[in-house]
């Protein structure tokens, strides 16, 4: 697969990178060619205009940022509680995060972190040519240490409960160590 440019929301530098196949469903999503950072209220517009699946995504990606371990990674640090985290942090300038609308670029050379929420998109990825070495653990998880890519339920409330957030958060501690 080849690699192709980061298309999405947040840093276009960030080292913590998630990947999902659908953009919001507004117009300055669909035209996107690059990773363009949000703006302060941008998650509650794309929460009006687009639904409650993304409100759930962005808590989701919130909670397990804010769920890593402190000692090696900055997020938990920022913000006194998630919500504040995603308010004022995430997918922002600067943020270090990014949530990406096509299959990751992996380099394991670099020390970036790549998540793909959902193993049916893993699967659709690596079909298309995603060069990775995946191990499932279960029917939900997957972890390739030496891309530093992991593989959970899609960021719905339902398939990835806090106690799988706190699960991937551990595969993740062990993925910055790796």
Known sequence: ??????IGLGDQNA???VYVENRPKMPQYQQLFD???????????????????WRKLFNVYAKLLCALEPKLF?????AASWQQYRDQFLLQKASDTALLFAAPALNPAE???????GRTQAKH?????LACQLHWLNQEFAIDPSNKLLVTPYFDYRQLSNEK?????????????A
């Open 1 to 6: 697969m080849r690699p192709q440019n980061v």
């Open 15 to 17: 080292s913590f990178r």
């Open 35 to 53: 990773c363009e950072p949000m703006q302060p209220g941008d998650i509650d517009l794309i929460y009006q205009h687009c639904g409650n699946g």
């Open 74 to 78: 900055h997020f938990p640090t920022q």
């Open 111 to 117: 020390s970036t972190i790549h998540l793909i929420a």
């Open 125 to 129: 990825w690596i079909e298309q040519g």
């Open 165 to 177: 957030i706190e699960f991937s958060a551990a595969l993740l501690k062990t993925l910055k160590g």
